[in-house]
């Protein structure tokens, strides 16, 4: 009778609390690591948005950059406008403009190869202004090209290897050789960019019979 009642026995309350317990703790690694695995997804996805997002800015900065020409332009009212500025007076926030070459027309429109740009920083946001038209048009097109930003800066090399803040060439064809912009986006490392300006083969200026007694 005794032995019967031993083989119908259950389990004790403690070892249901330990099987419970044990269970617990399983079940808490097991949402735990769920969880870090969705944290590290999401993480990984928001980088790899941003690194599009930069490696966009850079692949139009390089391209627009590399094939600007020495081409003065003029504004909605008339004024002359130089090949290269720092800057515009006609649009807020800008940063610098040009003229670039290559602008494709794959439909065939009625227009010319070359399009003005100019890069801008907006309410946070650095975007590329473009026109229809060289002479005399407003903008048309603003891309948003990176968000937060907190700052842009450019600086511009010029013929003599000088690096300058500024751009205040006097001759209107003037180009920089070279350009750094420097990129702070909020909660990121500043980011600093250096590009070469239009073609390279340009002549350098000749020194002066002064600057060349002194070198």
Do not use: C, H
Not at 9 to 38: C, K, Y
Not at 62 to 88: K, M, Y
């Amino acid at each position: 009778m005794n032995a019967a009642r031993q083989s119908e026995a259950g389990f004790t309350l403690i070892e249901l609390l330990v099987a419970l317990a044990i269970f617990a703790l399983i079940s808490v690694a097991g949402v735990t690591l769920l969880r870090s695995g969705t944290d590290t997804q999401i993480a990984v996805k928001e980088r790899l948005g941003e690194m599009a997002l930069s490696q966009r800015l850079t692949n139009a900065l390089e391209a627009d950059l590399a094939q600007a020409i020495a081409r003065p332009v003029r504004d909605q009212s008339g004024q002359p406008v130089p090949a290269f500025t720092q800057g515009d007076a006609t649009v807020p926030g800008g940063i610098f403009g040009l003229v670039r070459a290559g602008w494709s027309n794959f439909d065939g429109a009625p227009r010319a190869g070359l399009q003005r740009v100019t890069y801008v920083l907006e309410n946070g946001a650095l975007k590329r202004l473009s026109w229809p038209m060289l002479d005399g048009a407003a903008p048309a097109d603003a891309a948003t090209m990176l968000e937060d930003v907190v700052s842009a800066t450019a600086e511009y090399r010029d013929d003599k290897g000088q690096w300058r803040s500024d751009w205040t060439a006097t001759d209107a064809n003037a180009l920089p050789r070279a350009i750094a912009l420097t990129v702070t986006v909020k909660g990121k490392p500043e980011q600093r960019m250096l590009f070469l300006v239009g073609p390279q083969t340009r002549i350098l200026p000749t020194p002066s019979a002064e600057e060349g007694a002194a070198g």
